[in-house]
């Protein structure tokens, strides 16, 4: 499975931006979705996952800010983000998980798309 990111940048507070995310190698969308961030110094953390059935989940940092979304068709998700704000400049990737339920670690998608760059700036 490949993944590949876009729609990274650099916004202003209080902009937006939409990532998206294209999985390839696969005929089925039988999988989760996540995405995850790191900024400069920082663990990777989990941002928001969708599952195969369309369930979402976010971290507490973003709720009522992003939006997942799937398109299963195309095989890409995406990441509206709204209301942008310094403290979420990093690196996102999106990443294909296998799990049931509720995942959130990083060790448990074993397949990553290379991130984009989100810069947000004060």
């Known amino acids: 499975v490949q993944l590949q990111a876009s729609g990274g940048g650099l916004v202003m507070t209080g902009g937006s931006l939409r990532l998206s995310c294209t999985a390839s190698?696969?005929?089925?969308?039988?999988?989760?979705m996540g995405w995850f961030r790191q900024a400069p110094g920082k663990e990777r953390e989990f941002v928001s996952s969708i599952n195969r059935s369309g369930v979402t989940h976010y971290a507490d940092s973003v709720k009522g800010r992003f939006t997942i979304s799937r398109v299963n068709a195309k095989k890409m998700v995406y990441l509206q983000m709204n209301s942008l704000k310094p403290d979420d400049t990093a690196i996102y990737y999106c990443?294909?998980?296998?799990?049931?339920?509720?995942?959130?670690?990083?060790?448990?998608?074993?397949?990553w798309g290379q991130g984009t760059l989100v810069t947000v700036s004060s």
């Open positions: 190698g696969r005929t089925d969308s039988n999988y989760g």
């Open positions: 990443a294909i998980t296998f799990q049931y339920g509720l995942v959130w670690k990083t060790d448990e998608y074993p397949y």
